[in-house]
């Protein structure tokens, strides 16, 4: 086996930048610079994790404080995040990215493509955020909370998950 295809097989791709995408991602830069380099460490210098997001920043429900220093661990870590960009297609050992900034779609290999994205509000969600107001509770796909997890545009609901 080349290094290319070695490095190709051990490139790990998460789509999504969410709770569950995120958290994904940082087990698995745990469990692969913790255990796997003790194992394999000649291999350790080919494996990659990259997160796919198509908005501006990860964890972007959350308190613009955490996705910051999420962002930053992150890369520290060498886990590559690749923002303003959209799935186009999802093939046998690779995803094609449209990079929203530039236009252009590239390529990426993979051995593993983890999917975590497209969720929406169930609609008892969606009033609440209504009631609060649209110019507070701007994100359409999930509630906004301040740095304590209290619900933007609120003084006593909180909310996680």
């Given amino acids: 086996m080349t290094d ?9 791709v998460v789509v999504g930048g969410g709770p569950t995408g995120i958290e994904f991602a940082a087990e698995l830069n745990d469990f692969i610079t913790e255990d796997l ?17 198509s908005r501006e920043h990860i ?15 992150f ?8 923002t303003m960009s959209r799935v186009k297609e999802v093939k046998e050992n690779s995803i094609m990215v449209l990079d929203k900034n530039t236009n252009q779609v590239n390529e990426y290999p993979f ?9 929406t509000k169930v609609p008892i969600t969606s009033q609440l955020c209504e ?10 796909r ?20």
């Fill in 131 to 140: 009631s609060l107001g649209t110019d507070i509770q701007t994100n359409r």
């Fill in 111 to 119: 051995g593993l493509c983890l999917w975590s994205t497209g969720i």
């Fill in 142 to 161: 999930a509630i906004l909370v301040d740095h304590k997890m209290k619900v933007k545009g609120s003084n006593n609901i909180f909310a996680i998950g």
């Fill in 37 to 53: 380099k003790k194992w394999f460490p000649h291999l350790i210098d080919k494996v990659s994790i990259s997160v796919i997001q």
């Fill in 4 to 12: 290319q295809e070695k490095r190709d097989i051990l490139s790990f």
């Fill in 59 to 73: 964890l972007n429900t959350f308190d613009s404080n955490i996705s910051t220093y999420t962002e930053k661990l």
């Fill in 75 to 82: 890369s520290r870590n060498n886990i590559d995040i690749k």
